[in-house]
């Protein structure tokens, strides 16, 4: 099965900024979006960043302007470049892709960001 490896993740102070990766273990063919989550503490997992068809973005309300996501198809890796962090960004951070025919879900492991005012 593909397995997916986050890093990246750590503490900064508020205004900082930090790169989350997402590396895939092996090919993932048909790749319908890949995305980050996040998960605070007693919070619901909510969707932070995806890319769909390998063009168009989405992001939450709270990260526009201030987060990017972006793919690497030669490392099969994906990014999420964290500019101006605030406190309220303080989660688990997770990759997520949606390949295959029929569609299946992948997820990782979860990477830490912890932002200190």
Known sequence: QVQLVESGG???????SLRLSCAASGSIFRINAVGWYRQAPGKERELVARIISGSTTNYADSVKGRFTISRDNVKNTVYLQMNSLKPEDTAVYYCNVIAGLPLRIYWGQGTQVTVSS
């Open 10 to 16: 750590g503490l900064v102070q508020a205004g900082g």
